[in-house]
């Protein structure tokens, strides 16, 4: 069982700044990957950023030169820094999570999704 515990979401200006944060914590051995999703009202979630415990990250176009994804040194709390916020940036923001629950080669993943935190920039 994996529990992630995001903060950070909030109401801003266009043109401000908002960071998020994921803890997780339960059982598992590892952290995989960790990451951030969003859902828009009427829209597909659609990722955001993704970083894995060795540090690549993968960045969907639209975030690409304004957010940075980040994890801390024990590799279990993602985050996810947003400049230059746009009201089109309005969404849910989910946290993904993917922990090695098995020491098998190659290890065994399982996925977990956060609650999600409501990201809104008024224009």
């Known amino acids: 069982q994996v529990q992630l515990v995001e903060a950070g979401g909030g109401l801003v200006q266009a043109g401000e700044s908002l960071r998020l944060s994921c803890a997780a914590s339960?059982?598992?051995?590892?952290?995989?990957?960790m990451g951030w999703f969003r859902q828009a009202p009427g829209k597909q979630r659609e990722l955001v950023a993704t970083?894995?415990?060795?540090?690549?990250?993968n960045y969907a176009d639209s975030a690409k030169g304004r957010f940075t994804v980040s994890l801390d040194n024990a590799k279990t709390t993602v985050y996810l820094q947003m400049n230059t916020l746009k009201p089109e940036d309005t969404a849910l923001y989910y946290c993904?999570?993917?922990?090695?629950?098995?020491?098998?080669?190659?290890?065994?993943?399982?996925?977990?999704w956060g609650q999600g935190t409501q990201v809104t920039v008024s224009s």
């Open positions: 993904y999570a993917g922990v090695v629950v098995a020491l098998t080669r190659p290890p065994t993943v399982s996925s977990s």
């Open positions: 339960g059982s598992f051995f590892s952290i995989d990957s």
């Open positions: 970083i894995a415990h060795t540090g690549s990250t």
